[in-house]
């Protein structure tokens, strides 16, 4: 298991200069964080650290290699509870990153449903959420088994944040080989779950993980917000049992890269001490 950085280390930089933070942190691995369809001013201007998903992959993968790094992952978060619109990341997106990570040769890519956006969403049942979820990853689940990528599910929503969602997603696909899940140890203990029994009931279907750790300020916050971007604390100094995580895991014969997701340098750096320290290579 080897631990490396996600791409948004510095506010308005490009996605090159990202990659150059992380590997002169000491990292070797990073994902491809932030993206969209089309063009971007703000990327073609330098100071959006994202990357299209209708550019010519080798040229990514060209990018990463200069500066010495390995691609693990391709993010693809999507408003999936929230009906269709071309101005939401959404299924369609998922297919390009499965597409861009086929080119690529990355296995994983990952994806959630978020919070709903709308009053619409907002309504929705248990089940219906269930449904529109998994109608909008059924294509992509199958896109993604044909070109040889499995895509993971992310705790970053009230169904993923919970374990009874995360079954209910999966199950409603027909539980295919290539869905499995991203333990964001972060956000699956701020929706009201507790990660360590996360690890246990989904050993087998987590595929890559999202350390985070969180005070004990963010106490009164759970259950009412299913997700946040990264931790303002190392790795060992909140009150998520990162080890007991680890020590679950660490036989796992799926994970190969997990991803910190921690701001500011010294915090990284101690994040990443704190993983070595259990056993996690860097």
Not at 242 to 250: M, P
Request: charged share 25%.
């Amino acid at each position: 298991m080897k631990v490396g950085c996600f791409a948004l280390i510095d506010p308005f930089q490009t996605f090159e200069h990202q990659l150059n933070r992380i590997h002169k942190l000491g990292f070797h691995f990073a994902d491809v964080t932030d993206n969209f369809s089309g063009g971007s001013l703000g990327r073609d201007g330098g100071f959006h650290a994202a990357v299209s998903l209708d550019e010519n992959p080798m040229d990514i993968l060209r990018t990463f290699t200069k500066i010495g790094l390995t691609p693990t992952s391709v993010c693809a978060h999507a408003r999936l509870l929230d009906p269709s619109s071309p101005g939401r990341y959404g299924n369609t997106e998922i297919m390009k990153a499965v597409r861009l990570a086929s080119d690529m040769k990355i296995k994983h890519v990952i994806t959630t449903e978020h919070e709903p956006s709308t009053e619409w969403a907002k309504k929705l049942s248990f089940e219906q959420k269930v449904l529109v979820t998994a109608e909008k990853l059924y294509e992509p689940v199958r896109l993604a088994s044909d070109l040889g990528v499995s895509i993971l599910l992310e705790n970053h929503g009230p169904l993923t944040d919970s374990i009874k969602g995360m079954y209910a997603i999966i199950e409603a696909l027909d539980s295919p080989q290539n869905l499995g899940v991203c333990l964001d140890t972060g956000n699956s203990w701020l929706g009201g779950s507790d990660p360590v029994e996360f690890a246990k009931r989904f050993k087998d279907k987590i595929g890559h993980i999202h350390w985070k750790d969180l005070s004990q300020e963010w106490e009164y916050k759970r259950g009412s917000i299913f997700g946040c971007g990264f931790s303002t604390i190392a790795l060992g100094e909140g009150v998520i049992d990162i080890a007991s995580v680890f020590d679950i895991l660490k036989s796992s014969k799926i994970i190969k890269y997990t991803t910190l997701e921690v701001a500011g340098d010294n915090n990284l750096i101690k994040s990443s001490n704190y993983l070595i320290s259990l056993g996690v290579e860097q």
